[in-house]
Protein backbone atom coordinates (compact mmCIF):
# COMPACT_ATOMS: atom_id res chain seq x y z
CA UNK A 1 0.00 0.00 0.00
CA UNK A 2 1.13 3.36 -0.86
CA UNK A 3 1.15 6.36 1.53
CA UNK A 4 -0.46 9.44 0.34
CA UNK A 5 -0.48 13.06 1.07
CA UNK A 6 -3.04 12.89 4.69
CA UNK A 7 -2.48 9.34 4.73
CA UNK A 8 -0.37 6.95 6.57
CA UNK A 9 -0.72 3.49 7.56
CA UNK A 10 -0.54 1.95 10.97
CA UNK A 11 -0.48 -1.35 11.84
CA UNK A 12 -2.66 -2.36 15.07
CA UNK A 13 -0.83 -5.55 16.05
CA UNK A 14 -1.89 -6.11 19.38
CA UNK A 15 -5.74 -6.23 18.20
CA UNK A 16 -3.97 -8.75 15.21
CA UNK A 17 -5.58 -6.18 12.57
CA UNK A 18 -3.80 -5.88 8.52
CA UNK A 19 -2.51 -2.68 7.76
CA UNK A 20 -5.51 0.05 7.48
CA UNK A 21 -5.34 3.50 5.78
CA UNK A 22 -6.00 5.99 7.87
CA UNK A 23 -7.28 9.36 6.40
CA UNK A 24 -5.87 12.39 8.32
CA UNK A 25 -8.22 14.90 7.69
CA UNK A 26 -11.12 12.74 8.53
CA UNK A 27 -12.98 13.12 11.95
CA UNK A 28 -14.57 10.63 13.81
CA UNK A 29 -17.78 11.08 16.09
CA UNK A 30 -17.72 8.64 19.48
CA UNK A 31 -20.89 8.57 20.72
CA UNK A 32 -22.17 7.49 24.42
CA UNK A 33 -26.02 6.28 24.34
CA UNK A 34 -28.29 7.22 27.91
CA UNK A 35 -31.35 5.64 28.19
CA UNK A 36 -34.37 5.98 30.76
CA UNK A 37 -36.08 9.34 31.96
CA UNK A 38 -32.85 11.04 32.94
CA UNK A 39 -30.92 10.00 29.70
CA UNK A 40 -31.25 13.98 28.64
CA UNK A 41 -29.39 14.65 31.87
CA UNK A 42 -26.87 12.21 32.10
CA UNK A 43 -25.64 12.92 28.41
CA UNK A 44 -25.26 16.66 29.61
CA UNK A 45 -23.09 15.55 32.61
CA UNK A 46 -21.40 12.95 30.40
CA UNK A 47 -20.55 15.94 27.93
CA UNK A 48 -18.81 18.06 31.04
CA UNK A 49 -16.59 15.15 31.43
CA UNK A 50 -15.82 14.89 27.71
CA UNK A 51 -14.96 18.31 28.03
CA UNK A 52 -12.30 17.63 30.95
CA UNK A 53 -10.83 14.91 29.03
CA UNK A 54 -10.16 17.17 25.84
CA UNK A 55 -8.30 19.54 27.82
CA UNK A 56 -6.43 17.02 30.29
CA UNK A 57 -4.99 15.07 27.07
CA UNK A 58 -4.59 18.13 25.17
CA UNK A 59 -6.71 17.08 21.76
CA UNK A 60 -6.24 19.15 18.95
CA UNK A 61 -10.54 19.35 18.54
CA UNK A 62 -13.14 20.88 21.03
CA UNK A 63 -15.97 19.32 19.38
CA UNK A 64 -18.71 18.03 21.77
CA UNK A 65 -22.12 17.86 22.48
CA UNK A 66 -25.79 16.42 23.48
CA UNK A 67 -28.77 15.17 21.23
CA UNK A 68 -32.20 14.23 22.84
CA UNK A 69 -32.74 11.39 20.35
CA UNK A 70 -36.37 10.91 21.99
CA UNK A 71 -38.21 11.22 26.05
CA UNK A 72 -36.08 8.19 26.91
CA UNK A 73 -32.97 7.99 24.61
CA UNK A 74 -30.06 10.39 24.76
CA UNK A 75 -26.87 10.94 23.48
CA UNK A 76 -23.34 12.47 24.39
CA UNK A 77 -20.53 13.21 21.44
CA UNK A 78 -17.04 13.61 21.38
CA UNK A 79 -15.74 14.37 17.85
CA UNK A 80 -11.79 13.34 17.53
CA UNK A 81 -9.24 13.14 14.44
CA UNK A 82 -9.10 9.62 13.51
CA UNK A 83 -5.55 9.38 14.00
CA UNK A 84 -6.77 9.99 17.95
CA UNK A 85 -9.31 7.47 17.43
CA UNK A 86 -7.37 4.51 18.96
CA UNK A 87 -6.44 6.17 22.03
CA UNK A 88 -9.36 7.89 23.19
CA UNK A 89 -11.71 4.81 22.13
CA UNK A 90 -9.49 2.72 24.09
CA UNK A 91 -9.66 5.16 27.18
CA UNK A 92 -13.30 6.37 27.49
CA UNK A 93 -14.92 3.10 25.99
CA UNK A 94 -17.67 5.22 23.75
CA UNK A 95 -20.89 2.82 22.64
CA UNK A 96 -20.49 3.60 19.28
CA UNK A 97 -19.00 5.68 16.76
CA UNK A 98 -19.57 6.93 13.12
CA UNK A 99 -18.03 9.32 10.42
CA UNK A 100 -18.48 13.09 11.43
CA UNK A 101 -19.84 15.64 9.27
CA UNK A 102 -20.44 18.80 9.81
Sequence with gaps: MINTPGNY???DLSRGLPNKRINVS????LIWDFRGPTAKEI????????KDYIV???LSLNITGTTQLSSMHSIAYLVVEEVNMLK???ALLPHRGEV???
Excluded: T
Design 88 to 90: VRD
Design 56 to 58: AEK
Design 9 to 11: LYN
Design 26 to 29: RKIK
Design 100 to 102: YSN
Design 43 to 50: AKHHEKHL
